[in-house]
């Protein structure tokens, strides 16, 4: 069973257009994130939510909705897709918040934006 | 603000060598440190997990270290295989901050 799941794994798709990544652990943890790994392989967290609540919004464009219907999910909505969106996203999970036990991650989302 | 740094960007190093990557850190007041690993299209997989109390930790043919005073860790893999080759990636937990990133080393082991 795969701890931290996402999909798709793929995504191309045109500028403007809008679309979803998803994210489920299977682990029970509390805590979730999204990280964006450029093209530079430079990751940096985006997102953080302990038990379906935002604890942490790292000066992202507002263009980028993290959803989390229940603390094992958290999604990614991006709207009006730009050429710089292209990145690899990646959702990932901790016991606790602020990340103090281990990180676990899942394979990672790749999208590209033509 | 945390920085982390890692040396060397990149190694190959012969089937069999032991080695040591290198990872700095600008706020020594942290709380723990991570090393990953990452495979090409693949996600991270945590390796080791040291603590701000611990000065190292051991897993298998892997051995982290950590320094808080001078803000450094050593990753050392012992007779190093091909398998290992990937790209390591050091992070570093402080404060309220969320974790933050080295850039990575990436290994190739040659047979």
């Known amino acids: 069973d795969t701890a931290v799941s996402q999909t798709p794994k793929y995504l191309v798709t045109q500028m403007g257009n809008d679309k979803s990544i998803k994210c489920e652990q299977n682990?029970?943890?509390?805590?979730m994130y999204w990280y964006k790994q450029d093209s530079k392989k430079f990751l940096k967290i985006m997102f953080s939510?302990?038990?379906?609540?935002?604890?942490i919004n790292e000066t992202v464009p507002n263009r980028f909705s993290p959803k989390s219907p229940d603390k094992a999910h958290l999604n990614l909505h991006i709207n009006s897709l730009e050429l710089g969106d292209s990145a690899v996203y990646f959702c990932?999970?901790?016991?606790?918040?602020?990340?103090?036990?281990?990180?676990?991650f899942g394979e990672g989302s790749r999208l590209t934006v033509l | 603000k945390q920085e982390v740094t890692q040396i060397p960007a990149a190694l190959s190093v012969p089937e069999g060598e032991n080695l040591v990557l290198n990872c700095s850190f600008t706020d020594s007041a942290i709380y723990n440190l991570q090393w990953f690993r990452q495979d090409p299209g693949k996600g991270l997989t945590s390796l080791l997990l040291?603590?701000?109390?611990?000065r190292e930790q051991t897993s298998g043919r892997l051995n982290a270290s950590l320094d808080k005073s001078s803000g450094r860790s050593t990753l050392y893999i012992a007779a190093s295989q091909p398998g290992d080759s990937a790209t390591y990636l050091c992070?570093?937990?402080?404060?309220?901050?969320?974790?933050?990133f080295g850039k990575g080393t990436r290994l190739s082991v040659i047979a």
């Open positions: 939510y302990n038990n379906k609540e935002l604890i």
């Open positions: 682990l029970g943890h509390d805590t």
């Open positions: 040291i603590q701000s109390s611990q």
């Open positions: 992070a570093v937990l402080s404060g309220n901050t969320p974790l933050v």
């Open positions: 990932a999970s901790s016991p606790r918040p602020g990340g103090t036990g281990e990180l676990f």
